[in-house]
């Protein structure tokens, strides 16, 4: 019996094979090296080539391309596409280029912005009931009765506690500029009887009524590291300073509150450009909130948290260690924040002499000496950065005795020396530092985490508390980048302190003006010197903040390679006057190369 015969291939068929086998030959191709569809590439272009980089090879270039969520190139547009050509012809032909979109003629574009010191929870918790804008104390009780009245479930039960937050008496007219008291709150039938309780602006006060006094059993005459006011009678007024805040019994947030307060904060600072915050004090509760939103993939952007316990007791095994942790990679907690002193504002600054406005006072050391250094040593055995809070010349004094200690192997435990390049501990705020210890920063290599805004909102008082000597030495923004041996200086907002939008910051920085434009020394800025170059201050905010986090070879540039975080902006805060770059709004906000805010 003859064996059947195939029947012969027609010309038609046989080209049907070829295109199918290329086209399961393509699939192969694509999924084993992973390269993902046109969807997920595109290419920016700036015909006037505004397209700022922070990349010391090519500042500015006309487009960079994204693929996935990283910079896949950057250069001209011709040079782009020559290159992806060369390196995936075939896919050329098949699917075409990437989509290219040309941003408007006035918009830039920056890498993203980070905030390196904030405090996000607490944030959103100010954003309940703002104080900022108050000019008196009455002013402010009618911004609390305003709450009560527009919150029915307060208004029912005065046994609810208010709390509100930015109160600031440096900003009261005349008499008024004083610290307040309980008895300006219960001078209201509204207010009085009620537990209330109201944080200074910088977070380190709190104003109580008679109502929360009275709930505060038993206070000691003294509190280490903290201060009751108290009258000429030895009663307590309503003003606690610093660790006696602790005494007022205000109830814990609950996870809904947490909640609230989160996301409020994460929709405006995705709103101003922010890409990545570096949170200032972030307790146990706080992590374990934020590390089951990492887990969901509710974090919209990138988080470097620094941990913190109110103890003098090593407290690191409370603190989980997690890097790039969650379903996007986005949360990291490998540093720590100690506190030294207070702030200047609520005369808490820890100052070697007394204050010029007030001799009966060098302010607070919210910690012994000691008991800082051992926590300093033994987080720094344990592996973790250690960032520290110091506002006057003698925090920022002792702070930088117990890192050179350790830096030069002269430290309480041995003789082994910290490598600080590798360790890159941060003085937070490095506000106000003698002449001997700026130059003593440059020699250890510390980094210094400044907050712009801090100096034009203390300009109006900050000379009149340290007097014309000490002056010198604070907000000394240019001369800490100067002497910086790694050419870096963090550049953050200490929000809710300040505002969110970090442009305020980078205002401040090249312009030394408060936001009406006016300082001490008038148009042209308040100790106009210290002032940052725009280039510089941009730096700040993107490269060096990566670089204070151990990210700069993943983030804080438009480099090829590195993540796909970017702000478009309607103007060129580079070139526009001063006022304009207040002006500028935010057109789109991208993360991990894809758009969080606005519209690419």
Not at 203 to 223: F, I, K, N, Q
């Amino acid at each position: 019996m003859a064996k059947s015969q195939p029947p012969p291939q027609t010309k038609s068929h046989s080209k049907k094979s070829v295109i199918v086998g290329t086209v399961v030959a393509l699939a192969g191709f694509l999924f084993s090296n992973r390269i993902p569809p046109n969807l997920n590439e595109y290419t920016i272009c700036s015909k006037s080539g505004a397209i700022y980089t922070v990349d010391e090879t090519s500042p500015q270039v006309k487009c960079f391309s994204v693929k996935g969520d990283r910079i896949s190139d950057t250069g001209t547009l011709q040079e782009i596409q020559a290159r992806r050509s060369e390196a995936v012809g075939l896919l050329t032909r098949l699917f075409g280029s990437p989509k290219v979109t040309i941003i408007d003629g006035n918009a830039i574009v920056v890498p993203g912005l980070t905030d390196a010191h904030a405090h996000i929870v607490e944030n959103g918790f100010k954003m309940q009931l703002e104080l900022e804008n108050c000019k008196s104390i009455s002013e402010v009780l009618d911004q609390v009765k305003a709450y009560i009245l527009s919150h029915p479930e307060v208004h029912n039960d005065p046994s609810k506690w208010i709390e509100g937050f930015g109160w600031d008496q440096t900003r009261w007219s005349g008499s008024e500029k004083r610290f307040p008291a309980a008895a300006d709150l219960d001078a209201d039938p509204l207010l009085k009887g009620r537990p209330i309780a109201l944080r200074r602006v910088d977070g380190h006060a709190m104003w109580v009524s008679g109502r929360a006094l009275g709930l505060t059993h038993d206070l000691p005459e003294e509190v280490e590291g903290g201060l009751i006011i108290r009258d000429s009678k030895g009663v307590p007024t309503g003003i606690f300073l610093d660790n006696a805040m602790a005494l007022v019994p205000v109830p814990a947030w609950t996870d809904e509150q947490m909640a609230l307060f989160f996301d409020s904060t994460m929709k405006a600072a995705l709103s101003y450009g922010l890409t990545s915050i570096h949170d200032a004090d972030t307790t146990p509760a706080m992590i374990a909130f934020m590390k089951k939103q990492a887990e969901a993939g509710q974090i919209l952007m990138r988080l470097y948290l620094m941990g913190h316990l109110d103890s003098d007791e090593y407290w690191g095994s409370e603190i989980p260690r997690l890097i790039n942790y969650g379903k996007h990679g986005r949360m990291t907690v490998r540093s720590i924040k100690l506190y030294t002193d207070g702030a200047l504002g609520s005369w808490g600054a820890a100052l070697l002499e007394p204050y010029s406005d007030k001799p009966d006072t060098t302010g607070i050391m919210r910690s012994t000496p000691k008991a800082l250094a051992n926590l300093v040593e033994r987080f720094w055995k344990d592996g973790w950065q250690v960032n520290i809070h110091c506002i006057g010349d003698r925090a920022n004094h002792i702070v930088l005795d117990i890192f050179e200690g350790l830096i030069e192997g002269k430290s309480i435990g041995g003789t082994v020396k910290a490598n600080v390049t590798e360790w890159r501990p941060r003085i937070e705020h490095a506000q106000i530092m003698t002449m001997d210890d700026l130059q003593r920063m440059k020699r250890l290599c510390i980094i210094p985490s400044v907050q712009p805004t801090h100096a034009t909102s203390d300009m109006w008082y900050a000379e009149t508390r340290l007097g014309p000597n000490r002056i010198k030495g604070a907000y000394a923004y240019k001369t800490l980048l100067r002497g910086s041996p790694h050419h870096v200086l963090p550049i953050g907002s200490d929000f809710p302190v300040e505002g969110v939008n970090p442009l305020l910051g980078f205002y401040a920085a090249v312009s030394r003006l408060s936001v009406d434009g006016t300082s001490p020394h008038g148009e042209q800025g308040w100790y106009a010197s210290e002032a940052l170059s725009r280039a510089q201050a941009l730096k700040g905010m993107t490269l060096d903040a990566a670089y204070a986090s151990f990210s700069e070879n993943e983030l804080g540039s438009l480099t090829k390679g590195k993540k796909a975080d970017f702000v478009v902006l309607d103007r060129d805060i580079m070139r526009v006057p001063f006022k304009e770059i207040l002006e500028t709004k935010v057109l789109a906000t991208v993360v991990d190369g894809k758009v969080a805010y606005g519209a690419l």
